[in-house]
T-cell receptor
Framework: AQSVAQPEDQVNVAEGNPLTVKCTYS??????LFWYVQYPNRGLQFLLK??????LVKGSYGFEAEFNKSQTSFHLKKPSALVSDSALYFC??????????FGKGTRLSVIA | DGGITQSPKYLFRKEGQNVTLSCEQN?????MYWYRQDPGQGLRLIYY???????QKGDIAEGYSVSREKKESFPLTVTSAQKNPTAFYLC?????????????FGSGTRLTVV
C-alpha cells in the first residue's frame, strides 16, 4: 500500500535559522511527491512537487525539497526561516492515477 | 479568477440531521475529491470523482454520500449514519490524465454537531 510518514508532529526553529521538515514514503513504481502548506482554517496550498529529473526541487516562498530515492525521503527545506512560515505542512504521494495520499502533517513553529 | 469555492464556511448540525456541503470549481478540472481533516490524523479521503456521473469511495465513505451531475459541482452529504461528523472538510480538484498533477483546494467547511 502507498503511504507517507512525517515522523515529527512539531518542529520548532528560530527565525533566520535553516529548517527541515521530514517526509518518507512507500510507493510502488515511480513516486510523484508533493508538499502542501495549510494556514489556520484554510485549505491547503501547493508548495512544490517532484515528478522526475533533478533531485532538488525548488518551490514557492523560498522552499525546496530534496528527493532521495535510496532513503525513500522527500524532506522540505528552507535556508532561512521566517515567522510567517509557521503553519501546518503536509507531504503527499500520488500513486498512478489514484488520489493523493497525505501524511499526518507537521506543525512548524518559527520563533522570533 | 479560477478556483474552488466551498460553502458554507461554518455549519452546525443537530443529531439525526443530514447536511450538504457545497463544492464548486471553475477550473475546468475533471477530477474532484472530498477529504476530512481531524487534528493529528492528516487528511482522509471520503469520496472522489474522475468524471461526471461517476464516483468512487475513499477510505472513510461510510455515513457520507456524493453526486457528480455537473463537471463544476461535487456536493457532499453528511448523513445521520455518520456518528462523528464534527471535522474540517476539504474539497479539491485536479486535471485528469496522470499523477503528475497536484490538487487545488477550497478553503474548507467546518462542521460541528450541536
Amino acid at each position: 500500500a502507498q503511504s507517507v510518514a512525517q515522523p515529527e508532529d512539531q518542529v520548532n526553529v528560530a527565525e533566520g535559522n535553516p529548517l527541515t521538515v521530514k517526509c518518507t514514503y512507500s510507493v510502488s513504481g515511480n513516486p510523484y511527491l508533493f508538499w502542501y502548506v495549510q494556514y489556520p482554517n484554510r485549505g491547503l496550498q501547493f508548495l512544490l512537487k517532484y515528478i522526475t529529473g533533478d533531485n532538488l526541487v525548488k518551490g514557492s516562498y523560498g522552499f525546496e525539497a530534496e528527493f532521495n530515492k535510496s532513503q525513500t525521503s522527500f524532506h522540505l527545506k528552507k535556508p532561512s526561516a521566517l515567522v510567517s512560515d509557521s503553519a501546518l505542512y503536509f507531504c503527499a504521494v500520488r500513486p498512478w492515477n489514484t488520489p493523493l495520499v497525505f501524511g499526518k502533517g507537521t506543525r512548524l513553529s518559527v520563533i522570533a | 479568477d479560477g478556483g474552488i469555492t466551498q460553502s458554507p464556511k461554518y455549519l452546525f448540525r443537530k443529531e439525526g440531521q443530514n447536511v450538504t456541503l457545497s463544492c464548486e470549481q471553475n477550473l475546468n478540472h475533471d477530477a474532484m475529491y472530498w477529504y476530512r481533516q481531524d487534528p493529528g490524523q492528516g487528511l482522509r479521503l471520503i469520496y472522489y470523482s474522475q468524471i461526471v456521473n461517476d464516483f468512487q469511495k475513499g477510505d472513510i465513505a461510510e455515513g457520507y454520500s456524493v453526486s457528480r451531475e455537473k463537471k463544476e459541482s461535487f456536493p457532499l452529504t453528511v448523513t445521520s449514519a455518520q456518528k462523528n461528523p464534527t471535522a474540517f472538510y476539504l474539497c479539491a480538484s485536479s486535471s485528469a490524465g496522470g499523477s503528475s498533477y497536484g490538487y487545488t483546494f477550497g478553503s474548507g467547511t467546518r462542521l460541528t454537531v450541536v
